[in-house]
Protein backbone atom coordinates (compact mmCIF):
# COMPACT_ATOMS: atom_id res chain seq x y z
CA UNK A 1 0.00 0.00 0.00
CA UNK A 2 1.33 3.36 -0.53
CA UNK A 3 0.02 6.56 0.61
CA UNK A 4 1.39 9.79 -0.80
CA UNK A 5 1.24 12.38 1.72
CA UNK A 6 1.65 16.66 1.04
CA UNK A 7 0.71 18.00 3.69
CA UNK A 8 3.79 19.13 5.27
CA UNK A 9 1.98 19.48 8.99
CA UNK A 10 1.00 15.88 8.68
CA UNK A 11 4.29 14.82 7.23
CA UNK A 12 6.26 16.26 10.00
CA UNK A 13 3.66 14.67 12.73
CA UNK A 14 3.51 11.22 11.13
CA UNK A 15 7.65 11.38 11.07
CA UNK A 16 7.63 12.05 14.84
CA UNK A 17 4.80 9.56 15.57
CA UNK A 18 6.62 7.02 13.58
CA UNK A 19 9.18 5.40 15.94
CA UNK A 20 6.46 5.30 18.60
CA UNK A 21 3.79 3.69 16.28
CA UNK A 22 6.28 0.98 15.45
CA UNK A 23 7.23 0.16 19.26
CA UNK A 24 3.32 -0.59 20.08
CA UNK A 25 2.21 -2.13 16.74
CA UNK A 26 1.54 -5.77 16.10
CA UNK A 27 3.75 -7.48 13.61
CA UNK A 28 1.22 -7.00 10.64
CA UNK A 29 0.75 -3.50 11.33
CA UNK A 30 4.30 -2.63 11.66
CA UNK A 31 4.36 -4.25 7.67
CA UNK A 32 1.84 -1.80 6.60
CA UNK A 33 3.28 1.28 8.37
CA UNK A 34 6.55 0.41 6.94
CA UNK A 35 5.25 0.84 3.64
CA UNK A 36 4.04 4.19 3.92
CA UNK A 37 6.41 6.95 2.02
CA UNK A 38 6.50 10.51 2.74
CA UNK A 39 6.77 12.66 -0.57
CA UNK A 40 8.98 15.39 -0.85
CA UNK A 41 7.46 18.34 -2.85
CA UNK A 42 9.79 19.89 -5.31
CA UNK A 43 9.25 23.59 -6.55
CA UNK A 44 10.44 24.17 -10.06
CA UNK A 45 11.25 27.34 -11.11
CA UNK A 46 10.90 27.94 -15.10
CA UNK A 47 12.67 30.98 -16.46
CA UNK A 48 10.52 32.74 -19.35
CA UNK A 49 12.71 34.67 -21.41
CA UNK A 50 11.80 38.30 -22.14
CA UNK A 51 10.07 39.07 -25.46
CA UNK A 52 12.30 40.73 -28.00
CA UNK A 53 11.78 43.95 -28.78
CA UNK A 54 10.63 44.66 -32.44
CA UNK A 55 13.28 47.24 -33.90
CA UNK A 56 11.76 50.83 -34.13
CA UNK A 57 12.72 52.74 -37.20
CA UNK A 58 14.01 56.23 -36.53
CA UNK A 59 13.45 58.60 -39.80
CA UNK A 60 14.57 62.25 -40.94
CA UNK A 61 13.97 64.31 -43.14
CA UNK A 62 16.59 66.76 -44.98
CA UNK A 63 15.98 69.59 -46.85
CA UNK A 64 18.40 71.36 -48.77
CA UNK A 65 18.12 74.95 -50.23
CA UNK A 66 20.71 76.24 -52.73
CA UNK A 67 21.44 79.53 -51.91
CA UNK A 68 23.93 81.02 -54.65
CA UNK A 69 23.30 82.68 -57.51
CA UNK A 70 24.83 80.46 -60.13
CA UNK A 71 26.56 77.55 -58.65
CA UNK A 72 24.55 74.32 -58.98
CA UNK A 73 24.45 71.71 -56.01
CA UNK A 74 25.95 68.17 -56.69
CA UNK A 75 23.32 65.40 -55.32
CA UNK A 76 23.59 65.74 -52.04
CA UNK A 77 25.06 62.67 -49.60
CA UNK A 78 22.96 62.75 -46.08
CA UNK A 79 24.77 60.20 -43.94
CA UNK A 80 24.08 58.63 -40.27
CA UNK A 81 27.17 57.86 -39.02
CA UNK A 82 28.17 56.59 -35.19
CA UNK A 83 31.20 58.72 -34.45
CA UNK A 84 34.17 60.04 -36.57
CA UNK A 85 34.06 63.36 -39.21
CA UNK A 86 33.12 63.11 -42.87
CA UNK A 87 34.88 66.62 -42.93
CA UNK A 88 36.40 68.99 -40.25
CA UNK A 89 38.54 72.57 -41.08
CA UNK A 90 42.41 71.46 -41.07
CA UNK A 91 41.91 67.77 -41.91
CA UNK A 92 43.17 65.97 -44.42
CA UNK A 93 40.63 64.92 -47.45
CA UNK A 94 39.72 61.14 -47.41
CA UNK A 95 39.72 59.82 -51.38
CA UNK A 96 35.66 60.03 -50.33
CA UNK A 97 35.78 63.40 -49.61
CA UNK A 98 38.15 64.33 -52.50
CA UNK A 99 35.89 62.34 -55.01
CA UNK A 100 32.69 64.42 -54.24
CA UNK A 101 34.49 67.71 -53.70
CA UNK A 102 36.15 67.58 -57.35
CA UNK A 103 33.85 65.80 -59.00
CA UNK A 104 30.26 65.60 -57.62
CA UNK A 105 30.66 61.87 -56.72
CA UNK A 106 29.11 60.97 -53.28
CA UNK A 107 28.95 57.11 -53.68
CA UNK A 108 32.12 56.66 -51.75
CA UNK A 109 30.37 58.84 -48.92
CA UNK A 110 27.32 57.26 -48.54
CA UNK A 111 29.01 53.45 -48.51
CA UNK A 112 30.94 55.21 -44.86
CA UNK A 113 27.42 55.45 -42.94
CA UNK A 114 25.09 53.02 -41.16
CA UNK A 115 22.67 54.33 -43.38
CA UNK A 116 22.63 56.94 -46.23
CA UNK A 117 20.90 58.49 -48.76
CA UNK A 118 21.34 60.22 -52.30
CA UNK A 119 19.57 63.87 -53.16
CA UNK A 120 18.05 62.82 -56.90
CA UNK A 121 20.20 65.21 -58.67
CA UNK A 122 21.23 68.63 -58.87
CA UNK A 123 20.07 71.15 -57.23
CA UNK A 124 19.81 74.02 -59.22
CA UNK A 125 20.32 78.20 -57.68
CA UNK A 126 17.17 78.44 -55.56
CA UNK A 127 15.74 75.27 -55.83
CA UNK A 128 15.55 72.98 -52.34
CA UNK A 129 15.14 68.87 -52.24
CA UNK A 130 13.96 66.93 -49.82
CA UNK A 131 15.88 63.43 -48.92
CA UNK A 132 14.19 60.87 -46.19
CA UNK A 133 17.17 58.84 -44.52
CA UNK A 134 16.06 55.85 -42.02
CA UNK A 135 18.06 53.97 -39.44
CA UNK A 136 16.88 51.48 -36.72
CA UNK A 137 16.87 51.57 -33.09
CA UNK A 138 19.30 54.44 -33.54
CA UNK A 139 18.22 57.94 -31.90
CA UNK A 140 22.13 59.57 -30.84
CA UNK A 141 23.23 59.32 -34.40
CA UNK A 142 25.89 61.74 -36.47
CA UNK A 143 24.21 63.82 -38.99
CA UNK A 144 26.58 64.83 -41.86
CA UNK A 145 25.89 66.55 -45.22
CA UNK A 146 28.04 67.11 -48.62
CA UNK A 147 27.56 68.37 -52.06
CA UNK A 148 29.69 70.23 -54.27
CA UNK A 149 29.73 73.46 -56.13
CA UNK A 150 30.07 72.37 -59.39
CA UNK A 151 31.34 75.73 -61.27
CA UNK A 152 34.40 75.22 -58.62
CA UNK A 153 37.61 73.46 -58.45
CA UNK A 154 36.89 71.72 -55.48
CA UNK A 155 34.35 73.41 -53.05
CA UNK A 156 31.59 71.95 -51.79
CA UNK A 157 29.33 72.66 -48.61
CA UNK A 158 27.51 71.20 -45.48
CA UNK A 159 27.11 69.80 -42.68
CA UNK A 160 29.56 68.24 -40.40
CA UNK A 161 28.12 65.34 -37.36
CA UNK A 162 25.40 66.94 -35.99
CA UNK A 163 24.41 64.91 -33.22
CA UNK A 164 20.84 64.12 -33.27
CA UNK A 165 20.07 62.62 -30.00
CA UNK A 166 17.94 65.60 -28.76
CA UNK A 167 15.47 65.54 -31.47
CA UNK A 168 12.59 64.26 -30.45
CA UNK A 169 9.98 62.75 -33.12
CA UNK A 170 8.55 65.90 -34.48
CA UNK A 171 11.06 68.19 -34.32
CA UNK A 172 13.10 70.08 -36.32
CA UNK A 173 16.01 71.82 -36.56
CA UNK A 174 17.64 74.39 -39.49
CA UNK A 175 20.67 75.86 -40.00
CA UNK A 176 23.01 77.30 -42.49
CA UNK A 177 26.31 76.14 -44.26
CA UNK A 178 29.05 78.22 -45.29
CA UNK A 179 31.68 76.98 -48.46
CA UNK A 180 34.85 74.91 -47.78
CA UNK A 181 38.05 74.15 -49.99
CA UNK A 182 38.35 70.34 -49.96
CA UNK A 183 42.48 71.21 -50.52
CA UNK A 184 42.67 68.51 -53.10
CA UNK A 185 42.63 70.55 -56.32
CA UNK A 186 44.59 74.37 -57.03
CA UNK A 187 41.51 76.83 -57.98
CA UNK A 188 42.91 77.52 -61.01
CA UNK A 189 39.11 78.38 -62.57
CA UNK A 190 40.37 77.68 -65.89
CA UNK A 191 38.67 75.81 -68.71
CA UNK A 192 38.62 71.62 -68.14
CA UNK A 193 39.38 71.62 -64.71
CA UNK A 194 35.48 71.96 -63.60
CA UNK A 195 32.49 69.85 -63.96
CA UNK A 196 29.56 71.76 -64.00
CA UNK A 197 27.97 73.57 -66.74
CA UNK A 198 30.34 76.93 -67.08
CA UNK A 199 32.83 75.07 -67.90
CA UNK A 200 32.20 71.00 -67.97
CA UNK A 201 35.97 70.13 -67.63
CA UNK A 202 37.16 67.02 -65.77
CA UNK A 203 36.13 66.41 -62.64
CA UNK A 204 38.02 63.85 -60.38
CA UNK A 205 41.78 63.69 -60.16
CA UNK A 206 43.71 61.75 -57.84
CA UNK A 207 46.30 64.02 -58.43
CA UNK A 208 46.22 66.70 -55.32
CA UNK A 209 48.04 69.66 -56.25
CA UNK A 210 47.02 72.09 -53.12
CA UNK A 211 47.48 72.54 -49.47
CA UNK A 212 46.48 68.90 -49.02
CA UNK A 213 43.60 69.85 -45.68
CA UNK A 214 40.36 71.65 -45.71
CA UNK A 215 39.81 75.34 -44.96
CA UNK A 216 37.18 77.54 -45.79
CA UNK A 217 36.72 78.58 -49.04
CA UNK A 218 38.73 81.65 -50.38
CA UNK A 219 35.68 82.35 -53.12
CA UNK A 220 36.29 82.17 -56.46
CA UNK A 221 37.94 85.19 -58.58
CA UNK A 222 36.47 85.18 -62.17
CA UNK A 223 37.58 86.63 -65.31
CA UNK A 224 35.56 89.75 -64.70
CA UNK A 225 37.43 90.15 -61.83
CA UNK A 226 40.90 89.95 -63.39
CA UNK A 227 42.13 86.00 -63.91
CA UNK A 228 42.44 85.87 -67.64
CA UNK A 229 42.16 82.37 -67.56
CA UNK A 230 38.60 81.69 -65.71
CA UNK A 231 36.01 80.23 -67.24
CA UNK A 232 33.88 81.74 -64.43
CA UNK A 233 32.26 85.02 -64.45
CA UNK A 234 30.92 87.44 -61.74
CA UNK A 235 27.69 85.50 -62.28
CA UNK A 236 29.76 82.66 -60.40
CA UNK A 237 30.70 84.43 -57.35
CA UNK A 238 29.29 83.19 -53.81
CA UNK A 239 29.29 84.34 -50.59
CA UNK A 240 28.90 82.81 -47.22
CA UNK A 241 26.37 81.44 -46.63
CA UNK A 242 25.41 78.96 -49.61
CA UNK A 243 22.37 76.37 -48.11
CA UNK A 244 19.75 76.52 -46.15
CA UNK A 245 19.11 73.32 -44.23
CA UNK A 246 16.48 72.25 -42.35
CA UNK A 247 16.35 68.50 -40.45
CA UNK A 248 13.34 67.27 -39.19
CA UNK A 249 12.63 63.81 -37.09
CA UNK A 250 9.78 62.44 -38.81
CA UNK A 251 9.48 59.48 -36.51
Known amino acids: ML???????????????LPLALSACSDDEVEVIKEVEVIKEVEVIVEVPAPVPTPVDVSYEVT????????????????????????EVGMVPSVELEKMAEGGMNTGLLALGMAS?????????????TISVKVQDITDAKLSITT?????????????????????????????AGVYDAGTEVNSEMAGTMPGPADGGEGFNP????????????????SDDGLTNSVLTVQHKFDNPAIHIMVTRTE
Open 3 to 17: IKIKNQKLKLALMLA
Open 64 to 87: ITNLTNAQPLSPAAVVLHADGNLF
Open 117 to 129: ASGAGAIGPGASE
Open 148 to 176: MLVNTNDAFTGLNALDLSSLAAGDSWSTT
Open 207 to 222: TRTDTGFVSMHPGVVT
